[in-house]
């Protein structure tokens, strides 16, 4: 190639793989949110048992106004009603949870609109004395991330000013609220996320096939080269 | 025994005499450059979308209590390998746009939509409009906020016809009656879920399929272009010529296997831009999300839109640009092909390329005066690219014409 030709070749090569990393990857430009998160509270997020916690925290404080129908859990005063089990065992699919081996319910999944029409006036009383329906949260991790949870769940006003979400958790009288913050933040992780037996068999199944794909573009082009070299066309 | 299945098959469809004909006897110039694997490239990354699609469209529901659930319960978590399915297709029509791209350039680069593939260019063009309305209208899908106001953006772009200066009622209607059309209705609701579900998954890919049929079939007939430029006669230059098969398939073949590793690098371990976090709120008509833009594959489009100040001539200007692609072997009509060679055109060409890049990255910031201006400063760079196309042409035919017709 000549000199000509690398210089083409680098310029638009470079300005290719710069505009995708720009769209794709890392956007200097655009505009983005962050919020903090300290090193203890990320650590408390990742655990798995902080996340079984969380569960017993959040339906001690959170579920009388939030679902989280991906998890089996509903509204407390819905879950209250005598018809809801029926309710939840014919309309509903089970929850698969493997646990050391062995396969169990973990609850029940219902659909959105069965929910939303057994839980028609709970969801109107929420509506009246909130101003709207607090929603379901199962996908909130993911939409939101662990720092903004975490500082909204701390201080609601602090992150949305104006919002009807009320502030739960006092670090000035409870030495432990933060800890509890980031349990719950755990727990909502937990639902969004893989479990880490399921991430780590993911991880290899990624390794295994781009190793696979690397490998045989080697194997291709070297065949392609001794194949060239014999029928003289190199 | 494979062998005389083999046999016993070609005695009744010639299967060896196609093979022979179409992939050994076949030769294409042996000088062809890397970039034209992109050809090749988007058929694959074609049929993983078809692939991975018929797998999402066993569990998703086009209904909008369930459509959110579906993808998200459903497929992400009860389904086993729905997440490595529905991660296929996302990045997929991230990467096959991409493709897409990269292709239309290296065909504007080296000309090869000049006689005698033209109609190669127009059948490509027609491949990548409704390539984008199958990107736009599976956009929808999955029901999330960025889903639900992007099409509430998208469907609403024709109604800034309303905007004319002229016959403003004429106007209006044609808007409103395009608007109306996507929709199903005023509002976006299960109607438009239907309808955009049923030209994504069974109406658009039929026709993709088929204009790509096409599309391969005039490559063939046309034969390939060259970097250089000249058309190579196959009898008369036999040592420019190799055999399709092994020389370009195999090389092709390497690069498709190193393209497949970049792809599923992505899709096992970095999908944070081909699923973004926005979509994993369910649509809410009563809340606006703050920042609404359409996905980048239409940035371009957008920003040319946006930074005009009438929104109906920013209608038209991008519609233009469209138009302008489509016209491209019209608007040049130099005999001299491929960049390498007209170092005008090469100049020009670079003018488009970072101006396209530019309104992109624009259309990703805040719209500020600044931005609308620059967006307005690249827009017109992008019309003087096409615009200076035919005073190119003319003088390349004066100096075809002084060397006696010598390209």
């Not at chain 2, 990548?128 to 609403?156: H, K, R």
Request: charged residues 20%; glycine residues 6%; hydrophobic residues 50%.
């Amino acid at each position: 190639m000549s000199a000509w030709g690398v210089v083409k070749t680098v310029f638009f090569t470079g300005l290719t793989l710069a505009f995708f990393f720009v769209i794709w990857i890392y956007n200097p430009f655009a505009h983005k949110e962050t919020y903090e998160l300290p090193e203890d509270v990320t650590k408390i997020i990742e655990d798995p048992k902080a996340a079984l916690e969380g569960r017993n925290l959040f339906k001690q404080n959170c579920a009388s106004c939030h679902s989280v129908r991906y998890d089996g859990m509903y509204l407390l005063s819905v879950e209250t009603k005598p018809e809801w089990e029926k309710i939840l065992k014919t309309m509903g699919r089970p929850i698969i949870e493997k646990k050391e081996g062995k396969v169990q319910v973990k609850g029940y999944y219902l659909p959105r609109d069965v929910y939303e029409a057994v839980a028609l006036q709970d969801l109107e009383n929420l509506k009246a004395s909130f101003g709207k329906v607090p929603p379901d949260l199962s996908t909130i991790y993911l939409a939101r991330g662990p720092g903004y949870l975490y500082q909204f769940i701390l201080d609601p006003q602090k992150v949305l000013p104006g919002t009807s979400m009320p502030k739960l958790f006092f670090p000035e009288y409870d030495k432990e609220a933060p800890q509890k913050v980031a349990k719950i933040v755990a727990y909502l992780r937990s639902v969004s996320e893989p479990p880490p037996s399921e991430k780590a068999k993911r991880t290899v199944m990624g390794v295994v096939t781009v190793g696979y794909f690397v490998i045989m573009g080697v194997i291709l082009w070297f065949y392609r080269k001794r194949l060239l070299e014999k029928m003289g066309l190199h | 025994m494979l062998r005389k299945i083999v046999d016993w098959v070609d005695e009744r469809a010639k299967v060896r005499e196609l093979y022979k004909a179409q992939m050994v006897e076949y030769k294409v110039p042996k000088n062809l450059t890397f970039p034209y694997v992109f050809g090749v490239l988007a058929l694959i990354t074609f049929a993983l979308q078809i692939v991975s699609g018929i797998v999402l469209i066993m569990y998703y529901k086009p209904v909008i209590a369930h459509a959110f659930d579906s993808a998200n319960y459903t497929i992400m978590k009860e389904i086993d390998f729905g997440w490595l399915f529905r991660h296929i297709h996302a990045a997929g029509a991230n990467f096959f746009l991409a493709i897409v791209y990269l292709h239309m350039f290296t065909g504007i680069y080296y000309n090869a939509y000049k006689k005698p593939r033209e109609l190669v260019w127009i059948v490509g063009w027609v491949i990548y409009f409704v390539l984008l309305v199958t990107a736009l209208t599976g956009y929808l899908l999955p029901w999330g906020q960025l889903s639900y106001w992007g099409t509430v953006v998208t469907t609403e772009i024709p109604a800034s016809l309303a905007d004319a200066p002229i016959l403003k009622g004429f106007f209006g209607a044609i808007g409103e009656t395009i608007s109306v059309w996507m929709k199903g209705g005023y509002k976006l609701e299960d109607l438009a879920l239907g309808r955009f579900f049923g030209l994504h998954v069974i109406f658009l890919p039929l026709v993709l399929l088929g204009l790509v049929g096409i599309h391969l079939f005039l490559v063939r007939a046309a034969g390939i272009s060259n970097p250089e430029g000249y058309e190579i006669d196959k009898k008369s230059e036999p040592d420019k010529v190799v055999p399709f098969h092994p020389y370009v398939t195999l090389k092709e073949g390497a690069y498709a296997m190193w393209y497949l590793a970049i792809f599923f690098f992505f899709v096992f371990f970095y999908m944070s831009h081909f699923l973004p976090a926005d979509n994993f709120e369910p649509a809410d008509p009563l809340k606006t999300p703050p920042h609404i833009a359409p996905e980048w594959y239409l940035l371009g489009f957008y920003e040319v839109f946006r930074s005009i100040p009438s929104k109906f001539w920013g209608f038209v200007a991008f519609n233009l640009i469209l138009l302008l692609l489509l016209l491209l072997p019209f608007l040049d009509f130099s005999p001299i092909k491929s960049a390498r060679r007209r170092p005008l055109f090469f100049v020009m060409f670079i003018v488009f390329l970072i101006s396209s890049m530019a309104l992109t990255i624009l259309g990703t910031m805040a719209p500020t005066p600044t931005n609308a201006k620059l967006g307005m400063f690249f827009t017109a760079l992008v019309f003087l690219f096409f615009l200076s196309l035919p005073v190119i042409s003319f003088l390349e035919w004066g100096w075809y014409k002084a060397r006696g017709g010598q390209t």
